[in-house]
């Protein structure tokens, strides 16, 4: 046997197209391609044809394609009604100016059309589906079809730099009654975008499609991306969660964007999720929940690494390996006394510098700034600029730290002034 031929054509150009009998009798028109759904997700089911008495669906291994471009079914006895509950998803209808996920690019983009594939050796033919096209190329072909006569319309729409997306990525977001799209790989791969992309990517996308991806993503994940998006957009995407599961993310998130997030939603719903709550996350959040959000209260985070006065380099290192917040927000170890006074603080270059046994009150820097808990944020921007900052501590009126203003939020509220 000699090798497959494949001979490529797009949606555009074949939708449409009159569908005979082998003795030329006109069956109907293609009026759309039935893709399969769920383990055989992407097989081409049949071609949907109109004909005088309605749509009928044709298995697309019993029509080929002849060479005055037209299409051939074996019999006219294997068209069959096309029946509602077929488990389908239709490329015209489903695909075709739907919005999905580049996963590449970052971003979301809209499908402009299908390219198709007749793959076959002699009488042998079989319909395929190779990729959607998101770009100019498939855009011409819709404008222009009528206009240009089709062999003429492929031509030119091949001068155009192609801009698709493999059809095995692309997948229909199940159970969805409108049956929108997205990249199969969004679960495995949307974890590895930046939880700003990922925010972006969720503002871009119309409400079924962002509800669909962002319950998706496990606890993790939902929760940085949360943190990135307005208050606004944040409670547009719990809307449709229940309390238990809305906990599950308000307990990965940094407490401090946790309390800014439960302080923007109704009181009776705030106190449903921390009930929900593990009892030691409920704690940290419904303390910071009692500060003026305007304060450095109001924007720190409970969560930084601190040690005793006598602790050693090599118990540093430990308490940052088992920290539990975000490593990436740590630049200095904290030293406390025993009524959890600050009294100076290591930074992570000296740390990682010195002998394991070294004592941590040797490094640490004699005069460490911090803030009172009510400092206003115009004040603790100042601050931040003055000493160039990456992190300040806050204090209580008796000097006891109770947490760390990250420079993000400081940069955060200056864009807000903007």
């Known amino acids: 046997m000699g090798p497959r031929i494949a001979t490529r054509v797009s949606l555009t150009a074949i939708l449409g197209t009159p569908v005979t009998d082998p003795q030329g009798r006109l069956c109907g028109k293609l009026k759309d391609i039935a893709v399969t759904t769920g383990p055989e997700g992407g097989k081409v089911a049949g071609l949907v044809l109109k004909t005088r008495t309605g749509l009928a669906l044709v298995p ?3 029509v080929m394609e002849t ?3 037209t299409l051939e079914v074996r019999s006219a006895e294997v068209l069959a009604p096309l029946k509602e509950e077929g488990n389908y998803l239709f490329l015209q209808q489903d695909v075709v100016d739907r919005q999905i996920i580049d996963i590449n690019g970052r971003k979301v983009v809209r499908v402009n059309d299908v390219d198709l594939e007749w793959m076959g050796q002699g009488a042998a033919h079989l319909l395929r589906v190779a990729e959607v096209e998101v770009g100019l190329r498939g855009a011409f072909r819709r404008v222009f079809k009528g206009v240009l006569p ?4 492929e031509s030119v729409s091949r001068k155009f730099t192609a801009r698709a997306i493999p059809w095995e990525f692309v997948d229909v977001i199940e159970p969805d009654p409108a049956r929108r799209v997205r990249l199969r790989i969004a679960h495995e791969r949307l974890a590895d975008i930046h939880p700003s992309e990922l925010a972006d990517i969720l503002e871009d996308l119309a409400p079924a499609e962002r509800e669909a991806v962002f319950t998706s993503l496990n606890e993790e994940v939902a929760a940085e991306t949360l943190e990135e998006v307005e208050p606004k957009l944040q409670k547009a995407l719990l809307e449709k969660l229940d309390e ?3 906990a599950d993310i308000v307990e990965e998130m940094d407490p401090g964007a946790a309390a800014d997030l439960l302080n923007e939603l109704p009181e009776d719903q705030s106190d449903a999720i921390l009930e929900e709550m593990e009892p030691e996350e409920r704690q940290e959040v419904q303390d910071l929940l009692d500060f003026d959000e305007h ?3 109001g924007c720190m985070t409970s969560e930084f690494v601190y040690l005793g006065m006598d602790a050693t380099v090599a118990q540093g290192v430990e308490a940052l390996r088992s920290f539990d917040g975000d490593p990436e927000t740590v630049t200095e170890v904290y030293l406390l006394d025993e009524k959890r006074v600050l009294r100076g603080a290591v930074s992570l270059a ?3 510098m010195a002998r394991p046994d070294t004592h941590l009150g040797v490094l640490a820097e004699p005069r460490v700034l911090s803030c009172p808990a009510d400092m206003k944020q115009n004040e603790l ?5 003055k000493y160039n900052l990456h992190a300040l501590p806050v204090v209580d009126p008796q000097g006891r730290m109770v947490g760390v203003v990250q420079s993000e939020h400081v ?7 903007l």
């Open 60 to 62: 697309s291994e019993e």
């Open 67 to 69: 060479p005055a471009g």
């Open 150 to 153: 089709r062999e003429r319309l």
């Open 244 to 246: 238990e599961r809305i």
């Open 295 to 297: 304060s450095a209260a």
């Open 350 to 352: 000296r740390l990682v």
């Open 381 to 385: 921007a100042e601050m931040f600029d």
């Open 411 to 417: 940069i955060s509220f200056l864009r807000e002034k």
